[in-house]
């Protein structure tokens, strides 16, 4: 059957896919991810040393792990909106108590803190929109949704920069603001309880198989593919090629830039084109994007890896939650994809450390690139493997 787009009009799902946008803003793109452009400024302050910086990002790593692994119970518990809401607040807390500075105890705690919450928000906001989206417009809200990422990317990338080490504490207000905006935005839109939303599955297999099997497999080696841009990245523009670190920033926001608007052409072309084969593609641009500096180090090629690996960071994650859904139906996405989510946070600190030992014994970027992109060619070819779409849900494309 086919829909026309004036059936499904902005105003019928663009405020809540926006609501969406602004949970995965709060949870990853600054609950997460703005911890990189802080980091050298809690260096620079002596808010921490090197180690003891690194020891706040771990905590991150680890509360996201946590998260993801309590948020299917938690929103079966108390419902997806409540969690929702929980999450986005205690973010929002995590900030404030984060400018102030008794101890290494307290940052760490606080960033653990935000890492929970974050992977609460990755797991139970997407599932929560799309269950009110119609089927048709599915890939262009889930990809709003996702593009909070980037949006929360770029903010933090120019806002913490101009502040600085002298102004270490505003630099965690101002992004406190940032999350206190967003959340004004969408607390009403996440009311409890949703009426639309469909039951969780109760029945649903303890274990995934076929399709949702191949789906998993593909997307944890996403957490291999995307390491060497998202951790060696910058070292590797600064200290692998020799540039200055203004440039390395410059990549960095390009990175950002990339992140905001890849899962809203990924999500256009998952409607367009369905998910599964939107999914083959962004894994195989993907990885050549990550073997391109293999290939050439000239502005030109680092400023495309830069951002076609920030777009397709995110990208990626838009088209798996709905390949999800596609598969498994509304039912069950939110606890296959917390399993989803779950595996590929215990994969992706795993490949982590591996690779930041591999480069300690090799000091290859070289390696860890063609690494990344030898996983997501993998992945590419894994991905193909399955059924289009769930025979209970028909698809609906808009022409």
């Known amino acids: 059957m086919n829909t026309s787009r004036a059936s499904h009009p902005l105003s019928s799902w663009l405020p809540a896919a926006l609501a969406g946008l602004c949970a995965t803003l709060i949870g990853l793109g600054i609950g997460r991810f703005s911890y990189v452009a802080l980091l050298p400024l809690m260096i620079d302050a002596r808010w921490a040393s090197a180690s003891g910086a690194a020891q706040i990002a771990a905590a991150n790593l680890i509360g996201y792990l946590i998260g993801a692994l309590m948020a299917h119970r938690l929103a079966l518990k108390i419902g997806a909106p409540m969690a929702i809401r929980g999450a986005m607040a205690a973010i929002l807390l995590s900030l ?24 609460v928000l990755m797991i139970t906001a997407a599932p929560a929109i799309l269950s009110r989206v119609p089927v048709a417009v599915r890939g262009k809200a889930i990809g709003v949704v996702f593009s909070g990422i980037g949006c929360g990317i770029m903010l933090s990338g120019f806002a913490v920069p101009a502040l600085g ?15 206190a905006i967003a959340l004004l935005y969408s607390w009403p839109k996440f009311r409890q309880p949703v009426a639309t939303a469909p039951a969780p599955a109760a029945q649903a ?7 949702l099997l191949a789906l998993l497999c593909a997307y944890v080696l996403d957490a291999i593919g995307y390491l060497p841009h998202t951790v060696f ?16 920033g410059a990549f960095w926001a390009v990175f950002g830039a990339g ?49 076609a690996v920030g777009a397709l960071t995110p990208g990626m994650v838009a088209v798996a939650s709905g390949r999800v859904i596609e598969i498994a139906g509304a039912a069950a996405h939110q606890r296959n994809w917390a399993m989803l989510t779950f595996v ?22 070289n390696l860890l690139f063609a690494i990344g992109a030898a996983a997501l060619g993998l992945a590419a070819i894994i991905s193909a493997l399955g059924s289009g779409r769930r025979s209970g849900e028909s698809a609906v494309r808009i022409t």
Not at 205 to 211: D, N, S, T
Request: glycine share 10%; proline share 4%.
């Open 96 to 119: 404030l108590f984060c400018s102030i500075n008794p101890g290494l105890g307290w940052l760490w705690f606080w960033r653990l803190v935000a890492g929970a919450a974050g992977g």
């Open 165 to 179: 080490a002298a102004h270490l504490a505003a630099a965690w207000l101002v992004l406190a603001a940032f999350v």
């Open 205 to 211: 297999r303890l274990m995934p198989r076929g399709a």
């Open 233 to 248: 990245w910058v070292e590797y523009l600064v200290h692998g090629l020799n540039k200055p670190l203004s440039t390395g």
């Open 259 to 307: 992140a905001a608007v890849g899962p809203l052409l990924s999500g256009h072309a998952a409607d367009r084109f369905g998910f599964r084969n939107t999914l083959i593609a962004c894994f195989t641009l993907k990885a050549a994007a990550v073997a391109l500096p293999l290939i050439s180090t000239s502005m030109l090629a680092l400023f495309a890896s830069s951002f």
């Open 344 to 365: 590929y946070a215990m994969l992706q600190a795993a490949a982590g450390y591996a690779m930041a030992t591999l480069y300690a014994a090799t000091h290859s970027f």
